[in-house]
Structures are given as structure tokens and as C-alpha cells.
């Protein structure tokens, strides 16, 4: 590798390091995005903190990471539903000093809306929403407290621009995301937060996969989760709102910019129905 390009690397490494410590957080990290933002960080020479319910996961990774960046990891075993598990969060962070939260957890189901239960939309709730809401208070009071610098990276969807149907929760939920992350980038900002939200589109992740999507003419670039983590760390304390891929950049700019609402709405709700026209089933 030339020398100019090891020197740029590491003079990057130290940038986000000195913005942001030496440990980052990252909940819903055993797979998917999340482990992409634990491997992304851990090439930067960050140490990570790893927050999942899947422990044999999360372990395995974390022991990857250690052993190819010789990079620390913390694990913890949560339940990001529970109304303690902000506290669990935070209390591991302020021991480490970490200064670096990266919210990625989430509950996703493709289904008519009538088709889940009260507890289900709990679910919906409490994992992509109450408990990243807590969390991100919580923290950003200890970085006030503290007098440190520090950033929050929330991860929202294209399913958050607009009201789309067969995932009407989570949208719902993905949409508050944003505005969260939106609201506080002012907000923050004069205690030296950077605050960030990662809108993602199609993304070849076991949960999106596991949707079993049916393409019709038009197939979404489905992009790799690596891409998407590498992206959203690149454009933190510089972007509010980042999407990753230049084709979910088009989509957003043609679907919000030139397009009216209620006729980008309709194309959105349609090409949901095609796409998964096999769960667009409502058993009385």
C-alpha cells in the first residue's frame, strides 16, 4: 500500500477518535447493519461496545473483531425492549467513557397492520422508540454533564419518509427516528453532540432478506451493510441526514422534490404491494 494512503488512514482514525473516544456503542449489533458498524468501527481503531439478545452472535463477533483489529469489546446480553435497558446501556458507557452511540435496533415485521396484536405494536414501541429515546437522553445528558464531545448515529429507513403500508408500525416508528435525530442535530449541537440520522434503503441483511421481497421490471439496488455502516461514519458531524447510495439518493430526491406527496405516497404503497404481494394476507 503506498505511503500516502496509510498516512490519510490514520490521520482519520485520529480525527474520529479525537471527536468521539476510543468506544463506540452499538445496539442491535449481533448481525446485519449493526455488526457492519461494530467491523467499520473496529478498522478505525475504535473499541466497541455490543449490545444484542442474540449472544452466541454478538460474541462470535466480537471475537472476530478483536482478533483481526486487536481492538477491545465489551458485550452485553439485553433485551432492548425492557424499560431498564437504557440504564443497562448507559451504566457500561460511563465506565468505559464511550462517547459514541449508535442506535440500530429494530422491530420489523411485514404484515398487514390488522394482522398484529397490542403486544406486537408494544414491541414496535418500546425497541424503536421509547427505549432509543431514553437512551439518547440519558447519554446526552452524561456528555453535558461531562463537558465532552460525543456523537449518537440513529438509524432510520426510506420506510420513514412516507406513510407505507404493510409496515405502517415501523415506518411510523422509523419516521420518529429522524425527526428525533433531526430536532436534536440543533439542539445538541452547542454541547458538541453530533447527532445523525441514517436513512437506509434496501439492504442485504438477513431481516430484509428474510422477507422473502419479489421484484417485479425495476429491482432496488440492494446494498451491502458494510456500505451503508462505512457511510454513516464518514458523514457524521458533517450531515444530518445521511442515505447511503447514490440510487436511494435519487429515489429521495425525485420522491420529495419533484413528485407531490400524495402521488409519491401512492407509488410507495404500490410498489410495496408488489413487492410483497405473498404477506398482503389478512386472516379474519
Known sequence: MPE???KIKKNNMIDFSGRYGQWGMVAGSAEGIGAAFCE???KIGLNVILVDMNRDGMEALARKIENNYHIKTKTIKADLGQKDAADQCLNIMKELGCRLLIYNAAYSRVKPFLAA?????DQYIDVNARTPLRLVYLF???????GTKGGIILMSSLAGLWGAGLVATYSGTKAFNLLLAEALSFELKPYGIDVSACVAGATATPGYLGTDPEYGLIRPTVMKPEKVASTALKKLGKRMLIIPGLSNRLTYFFLTRILPRSFSAKLVNRTMQKTFRQKNILND
Open 4 to 6: 500516502w494512503r496509510v
Open 40 to 42: 467499520e468501527l473496529a
Open 117 to 121: 396484536g397490542l403486544e406486537e405494536m
Open 140 to 146: 446526552s445528558q452524561q456528555m453535558k454533564r461531562s
